[in-house]
DNA sequence: TGAGAGTTTTTTTTT
DNA sequence: AAAACTCTCA
């Protein structure tokens, strides 16, 4: 096989396929195509069917990147038809637990379509757990509970662990809760996050006939990040490598910035301890950025004590230097980020999307967006307000949720009420004693309600709503006989007629259930965002349907799940990006703009507990750095606000002092603006600059001063006033006001003059 | 029970 | 500054 591509060591790596390889992967050192390679060398020269190689992503973006390269390097996996030839087993550990739980979790006594909670499921159930045991939400709080849980089932620990470690009664209280809660789990039918890895480890250690069936089946495994896999990852790839020995991974230290989350990093350092006879290779050379971003890189990254030491290096020489651009607060730093936008596409004709924005909170966004926004700049930011977050989505999530597993009590919570239909708190925690006493689903209790001693009026109104989701369930096609039979009705059986398709189903639900016609009505600006996020999701199952026609609702669910933002970022529009440091992690840009580059903020110090782990937010800085190709910049505020108090100052970050001087070049934004007046060289040429963007904004509008409530001037119509603007670039149309008549006008062409 | 006013908390990063 | 939560009154 042609390996021509790839450097020495790249090569080598690639061709090492009888021990256990550990790759030492610095930034922008071709780690992907490495991988890529491998699989392809696996298929050709080791004569492995590709859906027998395991590779394990640390994005679903990652993942499809993976796929169609090695579809380029495989010929017959590119040529033959998608569904003849399988392809390769590619997907983050989260999907591919997902998928094998979908097949085996009966094994444990779950049923196949549980459903997945996220954070905020987690801790509605969490917290109906204390309730249920009398605890004080105020005194206990219910997110504090999920953190402690999730950090020891990352650990591999449950209950014992939670109660040795605290002192105690807070021990007891932590250990029954958990007991409870897991409980509770199983009880809906739901796997929270951290059991979508636990839950495998589980079978394969109850089950060896399973777990050798999987062994049997893959017959290689990748796994890409190595550095921040955790504790049960760890084990996970152990159950089906350890014997074999036929594992590859790759990793960079200096890269790893999810200790919080439980990523170990003796994983990697270990990694020949578990392997016996793994060899080592250290991809050095880099191929994205510039020798002056990879030695300041290098610089900061080297003072951890806590890391293997490598440097990388470059065939390129010199580069940009780093400016470091200090603004007096968040909005002039905005401003900044503005500026420095519009000189690189204006000045260095570069694209929108060549730029990224970086920084440490997601919260810091909402200043920059602000800016963005008001300067007609088209930016995506990943990340955020999530859409799946938001509470109209979670809503129809929640009716969804619920169709697919009515013992999904948390989903009932939700929505049994929503949109109102008079069954308030003492009717359910009524029914929810009864249910417990009982020991019959939340769900299938709904028809006792008298008996459970509520209110006619309520019991009838619970009946009613049993008998909607019953319906729609029939609809759809799922099994009859309700969530407490046991679950080998299989899905598949959607073909015979009488069931609605997806689409239709859900549109017809949320009709039913009058639910966006209360969000039309409640008549607010915030009511509109709402319906519209609605009409989205709607499309969105769409997409999804139509992208694979045999996806039913519990696939949908599931992909939603576990999509990560940076899944959803569309790299292909051309606009600038906005996220966080963590989501910038194996991307690649030409231009890097970190912001808030403050003591405090970045590094980050929580004011409360825990001091912060310094070296983890150096590496987490060292990826920032290393995410660009070209150009760096970074900006920072002496004042800052923080959650909405008075502004706050603030020192350099250490970080910046970090950098070797003759490596960066400072300015404040006092000076950014003085500048074109001063007759220096750098100056005049900084004035040309100007000249230019002047005469671009003319002629393409697409970085624009016509703000609203501007005055300008038309050739024809003569004076006016903007009131109103839509869409951007050459799209964008102002509403003008001229002399009593409103007119839009496409900004392009209407040839303004700002006055 | 439901709506609206008033109060408190939140923010670290994410599967 | 915004969202989530609590309280009060109809």
Redesign the pocket.
């Known amino acids: 096989m042609d390996l021509s591509d790839l450097n020495e060591i790249q090569a080598a790596a690639v061709k090492c396929i009888d021990a256990p390889v550990l790759i030492y992967a610095g930034a922008g050192s071709g780690k992907t195509r490495v991988l890529a390679h491998k699989i392809a060398f696996l298929v050709e020269e080791a004569g492995l069917e590709p859906s027998s190689i395991l590779s394990v992503t640390f994005?679903n973006k990652a993942a499809g990147e993976m796929k169609s390269r090695v579809a380029a390097l495989l010929p017959r996996l590119k040529g033959a038809k998608k569904s003849k030839m399988p392809s390769p087993v590619v997907g983050?550990?989260?999907?591919i637990c997902a998928r094998l739980l979908r097949h085996d979790i009966h094994h444990l006594g779950y049923q196949r379509d549980f459903v997945i909670y996220?954070?905020d499921d987690q801790?509605r159930l969490i917290?109906s757990v204390l309730e249920q045991h009398e605890l004080d939400?105020?005194l206990y709080?219910p997110?504090y509970f999920q953190t402690r849980f999730?950090n020891a089932k990352n650990a591999l620990e449950g209950g014992e662990e939670l109660r040795s470690r605290a002192k105690g009664k807070d021990g007891d209280i932590l250990a029954t809760v958990f007991d409870s809660y897991q409980k509770a789990l199983r009880r809906n039918n739901a796997l929270d996050?951290?059991d979508l890895l636990l839950l495998p480890l589980e079978l394969f250690s109850k089950h060896t006939d399973v777990r050798d069936r999987y062994r049997e089946k893959f017959k290689y495994i990748m796994v890409d990040e190595y550095q921040d896999t955790n504790k049960a990852q760890f084990e996970f790839v152990k159950h089906l490598a350890v014997e074999s020995c036929a594992i590859t991974v790759v990793g960079d230290d200096d890269q790893s910035?999810?200790g919080?989350?439980g990523a170990d990093i003796r994983n990697i350092l270990d990694f020949h301890k578990t392997f016996k006879g793994a060899e080592i290779f250290k991809l050095e050379q880099n191929y994205r950025s510039s020798d002056v971003i990879l030695k300041a890189a290098y610089e900061v990254v080297s003072r951890n004590q806590q890391r293997t030491e490598k440097k990388l290096w470059t065939a390129k020489e010199g580069g940009e230097l780093i400016r470091i651009i200090v603004a007096e607060d968040e909005r002039k730093e905005a401003e900044i980020v503005f500026q420095r936008i519009q000189h690189e596409v204006l000045v260095k004709k570069r694209r929108f999307g060549d730029l990224v924005v970086l920084y440490?909170?997601?919260?810091q966004s909402r200043a920059i967006e602000d800016v963005l926004r008001r300067r007609a700049i088209a930016y995506t930011i990943v990340?955020g307000?999530k859409f799946y977050e938001r509470?109209e989505i979670k809503d129809v999530m929640a009716y969804l949720k619920l169709l697919v597993n009515p013992s999904d009590s948390v989903s009932l919570d939700r929505i049994i009420?929503f949109p109102?239909?008079?069954?308030?708190?003492?009717?359910m925690n009524r029914l929810r004693a009864f249910s417990r006493d009982k020991d019959i689903s939340l769900f299938s209790a709904l028809d006792n309600g008298v008996e459970a001693g509520v209110?006619p009026k309520?019991a009838q109104a619970m009946q009613e709503f049993k008998g909607l989701i019953e319906r729609y369930r029939e609809l759809m096609g799922a099994a009859v006989s309700g969530p407490d039979a046991k679950g080998k009705s299989n899905s598949k059986k959607r073909e015979s007629n009488g069931h609605l398709g997806v689409v239709e189903l859900v549109t017809t639900l949320l009709e039913e259930t009058r639910l966006r016609a209360y969000y039309r009505n409640q008549g607010t600006s915030?009511s509109v965002d709402r319906t519209e996020n609605i009409k989205s999701l709607i499309d969105s199952i769409e997409y999804f349907m139509e992208d694979d026609p045999e996806a039913d609702l519990s696939h949908f669910l599931e992909e939603t799940a576990?999509l990560?933002?940076?899944?959803r970022w569309n790299d292909s529009t051309n606009s600038v990006t906005l996220?966080?440091l963590?989501?910038a992690k194996g991307l690649e840009f030409p231009v890097v703009i970190m912001t808030g580059m403050e003591e405090g903020l970045f590094p980050?110090m929580?004011t409360d507990d825990?001091d912060?782990d310094e070296e983890e937010e150096r590496r987490?800085f060292y990826v920032g750095i290393t995410r660009a190709e070209e150009q760096v910049y970074l900006t920072c505020a002496k004042n800052r606000r923080?959650?909405?108090?008075p502004p706050m100052q603030s020192a350099l970050s250490r970080f910046l002092r970090e950098l070797p001087e003759e490596l960066v070049e400072w300015s404040t934004d006092s000076e950014a603006e003085a500048l074109p007046s001063t007759v220096s060289a750098a100056a005049r040429k900084h004035r040309s600059a100007r000249t230019i963007q002047a005469q671009e904004l003319a002629a393409r509008a697409v970085l624009d001063d016509y703000v609203v409530g501007a005055f300008v001037e038309h050739k024809l119509f003569g004076k006016g006033q903007i009131t109103g603007r839509e869409g951007v670039g050459d799209r964008l149309k102002l509403s003008v006001q001229f002399n009593g008549e409103t007119k839009k006008l496409v900004a392009k062409y209407a040839g303004l003059t700002r006055l």
């Open positions: 994005t983050t550990f989260h999907s996220d954070k801790v917290k939400t105020q709080p997110q999730s996050f951290d910035i999810y919080w989350r440490r909170t997601n919260a990340g307000p509470k009420n109102p239909r008079a069954i308030g708190d003492t009717s209110q309520q915030e576990l990560t933002d940076v899944d996220m966080t963590h989501s980050l929580r825990t912060m987490l923080r959650w909405g108090g």
